[in-house]
């Protein structure tokens, strides 16, 4: 391991310990009604198997939902457990938000990037919650991350660009406006290699993607929408 992957890792290694010890003492409650609860509850539904009922824009966020129904399966159904999915995925958001900024310019700009993002007020007010920016900030920041990926490597650049996006996908299906991203990510595709097959390539997933659940729900509701 040369000099500089060592003193990455032990920088990485001092944000996931800073991480941990200003979640402890900025911790804030977990809500226990509104939408949170909403995405909860549609969870609950799932691990008890009893009628999922009506989809509407909250119930049909699987995105969100089927994330929390696995930590449902894995920590139970306590409402503490609300609080546990979100701060993992921030931390993930962190640790990719520091990879990016080490990537595009060094490992101090990774550095001031994660910390600045982690005690960012609204961060603070959404990371123990049950709500769309909680799952889709990671998935669009992991997103972005395998698109700056694939613009390095001359290998395995289809593999990157289908994890991105998958991930730009799961956003999506947090929050609808993330796909909104879709255009400028695509740009980026193309100022790195200017290839237009691949920009195809990555609109093509998201279109499969995206007709895929058009048909889950047909299937299961008679309704392509």
């Known amino acids: 391991m040369n000099k500089p992957d060592l003193q990455s890792k032990k920088i990485l290694w001092i944000i996931i310990g800073f991480f941990v010890f200003y979640k402890l003492i900025t911790f804030r409650m977990f809500d226990i009604g509104g939408d949170a609860a909403n995405y909860w509850f549609a969870a609950k539904l799932i691990y008890y198997g009893f009628p999922y009922g009506e989809i509407t824009h909250q119930t049909s966020r699987f995105g969100i939902i089927l994330p929390v129904y696995l930590s449902q399966l ?7 457990v609300t609080a546990i999915f979100p701060n993992v995925l921030l931390l993930i958001q962190v ?4 990879k990016i900024g080490s990537e595009i310019y060094d490992i101090r700009a990774g550095f001031i990037s994660a910390i600045l993002f982690m005690m960012c007020p609204s961060v603070i007010k959404w990371s123990s919650q049950i709500l769309p920016p909680a799952f889709e900030g990671p998935a669009l920041t992991m997103s972005f991350y395998f698109i700056l990926k694939y613009g390095e490597k001359k290998i395995k650049e289809i593999g990157f660009l289908t994890l991105a996006a998958f991930m730009l996908f799961w956003a999506y299906t947090a929050k ?32 499969f993607l995206f007709i895929m659940e058009c048909a889950i729900f047909y299937y299961f509701t008679g309704d392509f929408m």
Do not use: D
Not at 95 to 98: S, V
């Open 176 to 207: 609808e406006t993330s796909i909104y991203l879709m255009p400028a990510f695509m740009s980026v595709i193309f100022m790195m290699k200017k290839n237009v097959r691949h920009m195809l390539i990555f609109s093509g997933m998201l279109l």
């Open 95 to 98: 640790i990719f938000i520091y």
């Open 74 to 80: 894995i920590f139970g159904v306590h409402p503490a």
